[in-house]
């Protein structure tokens, strides 16, 4: 359990897949401009990286290694999480309107979020058990809506100051990301 604990907080905070890794950086970017938006977007990534690490975790060792067709990892994962984005956007569309319109083009990206794919290829590639998988991912989905909701925050409160032009905009947004990356690098102490 303390393994477990410890894989947690190492995706979450340590080893964060959007400020260590560059990993999901177009929904990061793309909606964090409102705090609820970001939110959302993030426990809508939750929901996908656990579940497909999860189904990829059960499909990979009772499909593709018991017929000895590994190398279709990428391509059956991509399939996977595709059908699970279609399966959010489905119920959001249906429970939360508000929201699936908030989200807008960004919904469908999760399918091609890198983060998403990546989590499950390093699934795979460290040989993560199913529980192992569903921690990782989940560690991972918590970090990714940590540094989206404080990335949103902090670009509802910079709208209000006074920005150089040449700085307004991306920029300030990549140097904000970037000042947050060193932050979370701090936390490398706790492991």
């Not at 938006?37 to 690490?53: C, E, K, N, P, R």
């Not at 990829?56 to 059908?83: G, P």
């Amino acid at each position: 359990m303390e393994d477990l604990l410890k894989l947690a907080v190492a995706t979450a905070l340590i080893n964060n897949v959007v400020l260590s890794q560059f990993l999901g950086l177009c929904p990061f970017l793309g909606v964090s401009k409102k705090t609820k938006t970001a939110a959302g977007m993030g426990f809508a990534v939750i929901f996908v990286l656990t579940i497909s690490s999860a189904f990829a975790s059960v499909v990979y060792e009772q499909v593709l290694v018991r017929f000895n067709v590994e190398y279709l990892e990428t391509i059956v994962f991509i399939l996977l999480i595709a059908a699970l984005v279609q399966l959010v956007e489905i119920v959001l569309k249906k429970f939360s309107p508000s929201l699936y319109k908030a989200l807008g083009v960004y919904l469908p990206l999760i399918t091609t979020n890198c983060s998403v794919l990546g989590v499950v290829i390093i699934n795979v590639q460290k040989e993560y058990g199913f529980v192992e998988s569903i921690v990782n991912a989940l560690g991972t989905g918590i970090g990714f809506t940590l540094a989206i909701v404080i990335l949103a925050g902090l670009r509802e409160k910079m709208e209000y100051n006074k920005i150089s032009p040449a700085f307004k905009g991306m920029p300030i947004v990549l140097i904000t990301a970037g000042l947050m990356a060193i932050a979370f690098s701090g936390f490398a102490g706790i492991l």
